[in-house]
């Protein structure tokens, strides 16, 4: 397959002003029938031949203003001479038939458990019939189904059903990529909603029979994402209906269909004994992105592909201010930077690194990434925090009126910032086009009362870019006095050179910094900080972000110094982080996150920043050390700390009672390390919740106990799949590093396992990948089952195997041995007959 390259973009040869489609389902011949009424383009001066996608499809006639004719057809298209169309418009109908059941890619229209359902995004439509499946085209939908099965849906509001069939009429034009079917027996969980302007709207959840009583929190969660995206972004819901759809086998998370959201089942079903508190937050969160959707995605979509983070980053932007505005703003900040360096920086730094909008792709859906969504959503927040709250409001204002209707690119959206607030954002857009997590060096000056501190940025060579330029970093910063007072409250540094200074003038004594407040632009500080400064800020600092951080950067520093050199547990940062635990005036949430050690992959990336070698074994055991140190220093505190936490309040999902919980278990967690899971045991036994059951499991199996548990555990859950992932999950992650693939494989290859599905598939080698010492062991087993198992489900599922083979994106960080290892798993992968371009595309990008 070939490369396409943002720069060839060129509009549509015509325009598509609507579209009428028949269904006629059937698992194995199912009938589409698609009446396009096309017009050539304005826009276009020439007189193009028409070319409609479409892609396994096998035509039955097409008509052209009613008269029979034989396109010309190949295997990605259909094709009409320019000379034979007619000189305006006219009628194309044409009759393909397609077969769902055998779908696997979970790609155009496809089964899953007896209900027809698709997912379109971002180029499946091709796979249902003939049509310009790219995001441009934007037409209105019309769409009748016709078969048994008790539901019908697909998008717009209903226009008709009766016995076998159902038509739905979408006013609103679309690009293809949003259309959707659902047919099935389901069952609806339904509720009322009032627009703002009155308009009543009716909402349902559509799962299998005897799901419907675990919708609730997802319809709360629809409800208040509809209310807060009036009342924060002024917009409406615009369709007299809004229906979710709950599907076990699917690609991603959800999808935003036009009135037809799509989700993953895991992400709509949830009860207090099957969901953890990680759970119902995900839920709201992905309820709320795609939902938000509707007006950044929707109502304004992407010009083409290239653009996608113009719907993404906004879209993940919104939803992180709505799950601010639902929990504590400091918590979900700091989960949320947790995340991206987790994920988007570990791909920046890697081969994998592309621009937030890259220039060229083979395969988009390898382009669905953390650097689109997460860093999509970072330089929003950073656009916002240079032009003010007021300014980015009236800016987004601006881009609905402007743009409703339309398919929008990142220069439409930086003008409307423009228009506005009459910047120059050229330099800005750096951050849309330029690959790699910029490295902020701080120095400091003390001098006759005058404190200086000096910034110098250096933006990383990453492939395809070797020289970068300097860029704009909104940089948040307050001064405390030695005594812990704050003395300089939060300002906003605006750094555009390669290294510039700011003075601060009228202090008593030379203050303590707190630097990148709020995490307010994606970089990597690089500061050179005594253990004592970063014990200060963890007690004092008033921005709950950096007061984290301040532990966090401690953590970090402490546990590369034992991997590399042997270092001892600082004493500094157990004292630090005790008095943090035991500080009942703080959130327990936020205590709680302090409690998280550094994951051992983060400390891998920490190393390889310092241009040193990580070695996972070693790290590991600096880990495991940090956490026993932890649990003796917090002693007897903390059997108190479990107590008071131990209460007996009715489950409630908030973010409040989730914190606690979250407490409670980290207390657990650091018990076990001294009792050998005594008490973990016991609160397995007595758990009242998902989030306890877990918990106690994850402290028994990490002391080496627990295999009484996970037996009744799995005799509980057995037949809830999605229930299960936990249970894979967890013996995995818990397993020692030398039999962490064996424990996989034995999981992954149990009779009955269904690692065709991929929420089971992602679960086990997703779970093997972030068991760091496990996945990278020097045995190699690791590297060897996650290849095995991606070349085998590459040739079902395409899509996933891709995205999945992410595993491998930090090979080169690693030592030699490690690294032969790896690239001859790659290498193995490549030389597979019939590899996905899908698969290949990524394996290529790894290697380099
Ligand atoms: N916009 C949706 C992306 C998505 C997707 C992309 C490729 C292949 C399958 C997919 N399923 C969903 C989801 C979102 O970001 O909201
Ligand atoms: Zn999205």
């Known amino acids: 397959?070939?490369?396409?390259?943002?720069?060839?973009?060129?509009?549509?040869?015509?325009?598509?002003?609507?579209?009428?489609?028949?269904?006629?389902?059937?698992?194995?011949?199912?009938?589409?029938?698609?009446?396009?009424?096309?017009?050539?383009?304005?826009?276009?001066?020439?007189?193009?031949?028409?070319?409609?996608?479409?892609?396994?499809?096998?035509?039955?006639?097409?008509?052209?203003?009613?008269?029979?004719?034989?396109?010309?057809?190949?295997?990605?298209?259909?094709?009409?001479?320019?000379?034979?169309?007619p000189v305006g418009a006219f009628t194309l109908e044409t009759e393909v038939e397609i077969a769902p059941e055998g779908n696997t890619a979970l790609e155009g229209l496809y089964m899953s458990n007896g209900m027809y359902c698709t997912q379109c995004e971002a180029e499946g439509f091709r796979k249902i019939t003939y049509y310009p499946d790219r995001p441009d085209v934007m037409s209105r939908f019309k769409v009748r189904i016709e078969s048994d099965l008790p539901v019908l849906l697909s998008n717009g509001n209903p226009a008709g059903q009766g016995q076998g069939w159902a038509e739905w009429d979408d006013p609103w034009p679309k690009p293809a990529y949003l259309f959707a079917l659902v047919a099935g027996d389901l069952r609806a969980h339904s509720a009322k909603f009032v627009t703002a302007s009155g308009r009543p709207v009716d909402l349902n959840i559509w799962v299998r029979p005897g799901d419907e009583d675990r919708c609730a929190y997802a319809m709360d969660s629809l409800i208040r994402s509809m209310r807060w995206d009036e009342q924060v972004y002024g917009r409406e819901y615009d369709l007299d209906v809004f229906n979710i759809v709950a599907v076990d086998d699917f690609n991603m998370g959800a999808m935003e269909n036009k009135g037809l959201n799509i989700f993953n089942s895991r992400y709509v079903l949830a009860s207090p004994d099957t969901a953890t508190d990680d759970d119902y937050a995900r839920i709201e969160a992905i309820i709320a992105h795609e939902y938000f959707h509707n007006w950044t995605g929707n109502r304004i979509t992407c010009r083409d592909w290239f653009q996608l983070c113009l719907k993404e980053g906004l879209t993940v932007f919104r939803d992180h201010q709505f799950s601010a505005d639902m929990r504590s703003p400091a918590v979900r900040r700091i989960e949320d930077v947790v995340t991206l360096r987790s994920r988007q920086f570990r791909e920046d730094d890697g081969p994998l690194a592309h621009p937030v909008r890259p220039e060229s792709f083979v395969e988009i859906n390898n382009f669905y990434t953390a650097t689109v969504y997460e860093k999509g959503a970072e330089v929003i927040g950073m656009l916002k925090s240079l032009v003010g709250d007021q300014a980015y409001q009236r800016a987004l204002d601006l881009y609905f009126d402007r743009h409703d209707g339309e398919a929008a690119t990142i220069e439409d959206w930086l003008k409307v910032f423009e228009d506005v607030?009459?910047?120059?954002?050229?330099?800005?857009?750096?951050?849309?086009?330029?690959?790699?997590?910029?490295?902020?060096?701080?120095?400091?000056?003390?001098?006759?009362?005058?404190?200086?501190?000096?910034?110098?940025?250096?933006?990383?060579?990453?492939?395809g870019q070797p020289v970068k330029q300097p860029k704009v970093i909104p940089i948040k910063v307050g001064l405390l006095n030695p005594n812990g007072d704050e003395v300089v409250p939060t300002i906003m540094l605006e750094m555009t050179r390669a290294k510039q200074s700011f003075r601060f003038e009228g202090l008593a004594a030379k203050p303590v910094p707190s630097i990148l407040r709020g995490f307010s632009a994606p970089v990597v500080l690089e500061r050179k900080a005594p253990p004592e400064e970063r014990a200060f800020l963890l007690a004092h600092d008033t921005d709950a972000f950096n007061k984290w951080e301040a532990g966090r950067a401690l953590a970090k520093e402490v546990m590369a110094a034992m991997a590399l050199k042997g270092a001892p547990v600082s004493p500094a940062w157990l004292d630090a982080l005790a008095a943090v635990t035991f500080d009942d005036t703080l959130d327990p949430a936020f205590r709680a996150l302090c409690l998280r050690l550094p994951a051992e992959d983060d400390i891998a990336q920490t190393i390889h920043a310092m241009g040193r070698i990580p070695d996972p074994a070693r790290i590991h055991a600096a880990r495991r050390e940090m956490a026993g140190a932890l649990a003796i220093r917090l002693g007897e505190g903390l059997s108190r700390l479990y107590r008071d936490l131990d209460d007996n309040a009715p489950f409630s999902p908030s973010a409040a009672q989730a914190g606690r919980r979250a407490l409670k278990i980290a207390a657990l967690g650091l018990l076990s390390r001294r009792d050998g899971g005594r008490l973990a045991a016991s609160a397995f036994a007595r758990a009242r919740s998902m989030t306890e059951e877990v918990g106690a499991l994850s402290a028994l199996l990490e002391v080496g106990q627990g295999q009484a548990e996970l037996v009744s555990f799995a005799a509980r859950w057995g037949r809830d799949a999605n229930v299960m992932d936990k249970w894979h999950a967890l013996q995995i992650a818990h397993a020692e590093p030398a039999e962490a693939a064996a424990v996989a494989a034995r999981l992954i290859g149990a009779p009955g396992f269904d690692w065709k599905n991929p929420n089971r598939f992602r679960t086990v080698i997703g779970a093997l990948a972030a068991n760091h010492a496990g996945f990278h062991h020097r045995s190699g087993a690791g590297y060897r089952l996650v290849a095995d198992w991606l070349l085998k489900l590459d040739p079902l599922n395409p899509q996933t195997a891709a995205r999945v083979s992410t595993a491998f994106e930090t090979w080169p960080r690693y030592d030699a041995a490690r690294r032969k290892r790896a690239r001859a798993e790659l290498e193995r992968i490549l030389a597979a007959p019939d590899l996905s371009s899908d698969l290949r595309e990524m394996v290529e990008r790894m290697l380099g």
Do not use: M
Not at 9 to 34: C, E, G, M, N, Q
Not at 61 to 75: E, H, K, N, V, Y
């Open 1 to 85: 397959q070939k490369t396409v390259y943002l720069a060839d973009y060129l509009p549509y040869s015509h325009l598509i002003d609507k579209v009428d489609l028949t269904f006629r389902l059937h698992p194995t011949a199912t009938r589409v029938l698609a009446r396009l009424n096309i017009r050539p383009n304005p826009a276009r001066k020439d007189r193009d031949h028409l070319r409609l996608d479409g892609e396994g499809l096998k035509l039955v006639s097409c008509r052209l203003d009613g008269q029979a004719i034989t396109p010309t057809l190949d295997a990605r298209s259909l094709t009409i001479a320019a000379h034979e169309l």
């Open 421 to 463: 607030t009459g910047r120059d954002l050229s330099q800005f857009k750096l951050w849309y086009t330029e690959a790699g997590t910029p490295r902020l060096k701080v120095e400091e000056a003390w001098n006759d009362g005058i404190y200086t501190l000096t910034f110098t940025q250096k933006n990383p060579p990453t492939p």
